[in-house]
């Protein structure tokens, strides 16, 4: 059986699952600024993990299955969008992806949910952010545990996953075990830091968008706490007028993106609550209580006691790429089929344009 481990890039921490035998043998969930402060101690970890058959790596918005050692530089930036010394977002991610690269571990890059085959091109038009690729490992995790659970074939599969995550709110649509649409963290509901999708007379206002702006604003900042601790079980528990907006703005959002799926996928047969903010009592009753007259609302369970759900899922696809148990799973999904590139569904702006932004002549 394959030895391999997932990872997800998150803003808060970055988390590592590791599976073997289909046993967890690496569960760490790491500060994303303690890993990405010291690269070459981050790679060190995973070396000393091994041997390894896969790891399924940060991949940020995604790529075609790419092994990390391939990645050029413009791969890299169209994965992570951001030009050379862009400040914001997740500073040092891209640093990160090189120095795994360089290592000479089997680290494998992954797609976003707009490189899918099984999204209708439609659907991708004028998108980039339909959810980024560790989203697609948590929908990943989602599938295989209602096959598990419900005992039928991941081609019997389908769900609508909100992940809420502790900075942005995403939403994917699953139907027959594939992933047919999504709605990412930057284009759907106010997030817990990030704003969500911007009206876009707000992006006029601000006279330029940068990727600081995508990451603060969110509910957080309704809630006054912007500049101070931020613990997103506080949300659950409002205390004042401000809080208790921030509350319903964040489940509004989160309600809501759930029934705009459902043009995806009418009658999923589950609602699936995964990301940091599922956790959150608070949250997740009055997202529940909302939703529960359209499908039965489930938290997603997982297998690991630390690393989050889209670290679990990208275990379970390192392992499918290897050839374990897992790997009808990355057949249904399609990883090995995607194809393209974010920029390639753009006619608001040309992808010459986005490519000069990102520093690609």
Not at 159 to 188: K, M, P, R, W
């Amino acid at each position: 059986m394959p030895r391999v481990i997932g990872i997800d890039p998150g803003t808060l921490t970055i988390d590592l699952c590791g599976l073997e035998h289909g046993s967890v043998f690496l569960d760490r969930s790491i500060p994303t600024a303690e890993a990405l402060a010291d690269p070459a101690g981050f790679v060190g970890l995973l070396a000393a993990a091994g041997p390894l058959d896969c790891i399924a790596g940060p991949s940020g918005y995604g790529l075609p299955l790419t092994p990390a050692r391939q990645a050029t530089e413009e791969d890299l930036r169209l994965a992570f969008l951001a030009a050379e010394g862009e400040p914001g977002g997740i500073g040092g991610l891209r640093a990160l992806a090189r120095a795994l690269g360089n290592s000479g571990l089997p680290v494998f890059f992954t797609p976003g949910v707009i490189h899918l085959p099984s999204v209708p091109a439609h659907r991708k038009v004028n998108r980039v952010d339909m959810g980024t690729a560790d989203k697609v490992c948590a929908a990943a995790l989602a599938i295989e545990e209602q096959s598990r659970r419900s005992g039928r074939s991941l081609r019997d599969v389908s769900l609508l996953l909100l992940e809420l995550g502790g900075a942005f709110t995403a939403a994917l649509a699953v139907a027959e075990g594939q992933i047919v649409d999504g709605v990412g963290g930057s284009a759907g509901p106010l997030g817990f830091r990030a704003p969500g999708a911007l009206d876009g007379e707000v992006a006029f206002l601000a006279g330029s968008v940068s990727k600081s702006l995508l990451f603060g604003g969110g509910a957080a900042a309704v809630a006054g706490w912007d500049g101070g601790p931020a613990s997103p079980d506080a949300l659950g528990n409002p205390r004042t007028a401000r809080e208790q907006i921030a509350l319903d703005a964040f489940v509004e959002g989160a309600v809501k993106a759930a029934r705009f799926l459902r043009a995806s996928v009418p009658a999923p047969r589950e609602i699936v609550l995964s990301g940091r903010l599922a956790r959150v009592e608070g949250v997740r009753r009055a997202i529940t209580q909302r939703l529960e007259g359209i499908s039965p609302v489930r938290l997603l369970e997982g297998f690991a006691a630390q690393a989050k759900q889209g670290a679990q899922g990208a275990a379970l696809i390192a392992d499918g790429l290897s050839g374990g148990r897992h790997r009808e799973l990355v057949t249904a999904l399609g990883l090995r089929e995607a194809r393209g590139t974010v920029l390639d569904h753009l006619y608001v702006i040309s992808r010459e344009q986005a490519r000069r932004r990102l520093g690609l002549e």
